[in-house]
């Protein structure tokens, strides 16, 4: 059964740092990985999608990376705003299925 | 990225009555699921809404407790039945894309049971 794990759970850090947010999935055997971003009480917004063949994927100030065999993957967010604080959730799609497995989140505050 | 509109945002409901969900989709997608976020915890697959046949149900939801239906490529109802307060919990749609298989999401149903 695939486990997907993010650290930290939580992260606040200075405006303008840079950070980088750690996810770990157990069963290398994936389809694809993304990043969403999930503010409080809403949906969860897209950031970055990596099919298995890919090492990274870059959109602005983010950037993500793929290390399927070692069952890693990090976000890399860059010149942090407070606009960035929200919660980022990893999750994995094993080859063969339709089903999305999500971590359990990091939580991210960036403050002034 | 697809549009996704969900119906109501949130609701609070009475233990033992039942709630159904909308979900709009502003384009036509093959793959559709729904997924529930209890408090504090992530996302998890209730099921997938097929069109024209019965929803797949992930192991631990059954298909007397959310019905599902799927009557067009745009359109999917979800009904949380019989409810209880452990069914509070946010209901998110989600859409995928054919070209590249990115899942969008809905803004959710936030249901509360008392």
């Known amino acids: 059964k695939q486990e997907v794990t993010q650290i930290p759970a939580a992260l606040s850090v200075p405006e303008g740092e840079n950070l980088v947010l750690n996810c770990s999935f157990t069963?290398?055997?994936?389809?694809?990985l993304q990043w969403f971003r999930q503010d409080p009480g809403k949906g969860l917004t897209s950031l970055l999608l990596?099919?298995?063949?890919?090492r990274e994927q870059t959109s602005g100030r983010l950037n993500a990376s793929l290390d399927k065999s070692s069952g890693r993957s990090t976000l890399y967010i860059a010149a942090s705003q407070p606009g960035d604080s929200a919660t980022y959730l990893c999750a994995v799609k094993e080859g063969g299925g339709n089903k999305l497995t999500f971590g359990t989140g990091t939580q991210l505050k960036v403050e002034l | 990225s697809a549009v996704i509109s969900q119906k109501p945002s949130r609701d609070i409901c009475q233990r033992g009555t039942s709630l159904t969900i909308q979900c709009q989709v502003d384009s036509q997608v093959t793959m559709m699921f729904w997924y529930r976020q209890q408090p504090g915890q992530s996302l998890t697959l209730i099921a997938t809404a097929n069109q024209g046949s019965e929803a797949t149900y992930e192991s631990g939801f059954v298909i007397d407790k959310f019905p599902i239906s799927r009557p067009n490529l745009t359109f999917s109802t979800l009904t949380v039945s019989n409810m209880s307060p452990e069914d509070s919990s946010i209901y998110l749609c989600?859409?995928?894309?054919?070209?590249?298989?990115?899942?969008?999401f809905g803004p959710g149903t936030r249901l509360t049971v008392l």
């Open positions: 990596i099919q298995s063949s890919q």
């Open positions: 989600s859409v995928e894309r054919w070209a590249n298989n990115e899942q969008f």
């Open positions: 069963d290398s055997a994936i389809y694809n």
